[in-house]
């Protein structure tokens, strides 16, 4: 995609910010929408060409003005994440249900075409048949997968009800540079940032559950390829299509990071799924995403970017 009039909501935060690059980089004339809530200004920094608006998705005064002269909508702001949507549910429904609906009117209103929305794995609940492809039982185990997929149907029925074309994309768990260690953070930056603090790692139940991660390069790529996709709607896995145990995972970062600290074992943690594994070869067959990133280049690349963060910090 080039030359076209952006909108990155969520702008500001890990996927986003690697978005924003990317699409500056081919031409784009990118706005943001952020109300840094988890995302970081200094994630913006290397862009000083993008128009940033700090506001709320909920705010409606806000959104719209954002959306003047929009052509493409890539929604990314959200409350993310089990954990966060367990302690707080009330700001989760908001900002990912009633935010998305801000999102989806101020588009409709401006004539934008094209929406692509950042849904979630969070949305199958406890796997029931393996590889997950996208007509698997839907049974969300937290407020946050439930919101989720409210928001993927949204944007779906805006694609019914009007002139617009909207992608929801399943991500799987997304990992690389610009994704914080916060007490939200996912497991790798977790298991990274406590690794370079020579820090004990602590894995929920016995560390044989899987994950499906995929690199942010290849989410960005399949943001890409779903807005570039002409008189395409619907909902697409976007993993790498393999999967790897957590023990394993901390064998690869130990090596990328040099170093071994004590591991500790505690109760599986409610919501948590056992297993993921995605199917994605609708969205191959689609519009052509292929994953480019191995776990253990992205896992190399990873904690080198993290490396250089804590020597700052
Ligand atoms: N990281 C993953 O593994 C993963 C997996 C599945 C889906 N997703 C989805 O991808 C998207 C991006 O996630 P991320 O990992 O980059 O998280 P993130 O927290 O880094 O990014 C979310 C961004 O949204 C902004 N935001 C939050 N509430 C807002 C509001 N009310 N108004 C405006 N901005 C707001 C935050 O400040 C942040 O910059 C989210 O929609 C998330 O649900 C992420």
Redesign the pocket.
């Known amino acids: 995609m080039k030359n076209k009039n952006v909108l990155v909501?969520?702008?500001?935060?890990?996927?986003?910010s690697n978005l924003v690059k990317h699409l500056i980089q081919e031409g784009n004339r990118v706005t943001i929408?952020?109300?840094?809530?988890?995302?970081y200004r200094s994630n913006l920094d290397p862009f000083p060409t993008a128009t940033i608006i700090e506001?709320?998705?909920?705010d409606q005064n806000v959104v719209e003005l954002a959306m003047k002269g929009i052509e493409v909508v890539f929604h990314?702001?959200?409350?993310?994440g089990n954990k966060r949507s367990i302690d707080h549910p009330i700001t989760d429904a908001g900002?990912n249900v009633l935010?998305t609906i801000q999102v989806l009117e101020a588009a409709r209103k401006e004539g934008v075409r094209k929406i692509v929305t950042?849904?979630?794995?969070?949305i199958f609940g406890e796997l029931k048949t393996m590889p997950i492809k996208e007509d698997h039982p839907i049974e969300p185990d937290s407020p946050y997968g439930c919101t989720?997929l409210c928001e993927e149907k949204l944007c779906l029925s805006y694609a019914k009800l009007y002139d617009i074309d909207a992608v929801a994309l399943r991500?799987?768990?997304?990992?690389g540079p610009n994704?914080r260690f916060d007490a939200y953070g996912?497991v790798i930056p977790i298991f990274v940032f406590r690794m370079l603090n020579n820090e004990s790692l602590l894995i929920y139940g016995d560390g044989e559950q899987t994950r499906d991660f995929v690199h942010v390069n290849d989410v960005v790529q399949a943001n890409i390829k779903a807005a570039d996709s002409q008189g395409v709607s619907g909902a697409f896995n976007i993993a790498s299509g393999t999967r790897v145990t957590i023990n394993r995972l901390v064998e690869l970062i130990s090596k990328a990071n040099q170093n071994v600290v004590k591991i500790e074992y505690g109760p599986e943690r409610a919501g948590d799924v056992r297993h993921s594994l995605a199917d994605i070869s609708l969205a191959y067959q689609t519009f052509g995403y292929f994953p480019q990133v191995s776990l253990e280049n992205g896992i190399e690349e990873y904690v080198k970017w993290a490396q250089k963060l804590s020597v700052k910090v």
């Open positions: 909501t969520g702008g500001a935060g890990f996927i986003g929408l952020d109300n840094f809530m988890s995302g506001g709320d998705v909920r990314l702001a959200a409350s993310v900002i935010g950042s849904s979630s794995a969070g989720k991500y799987f768990n997304v990992y994704q996912n």
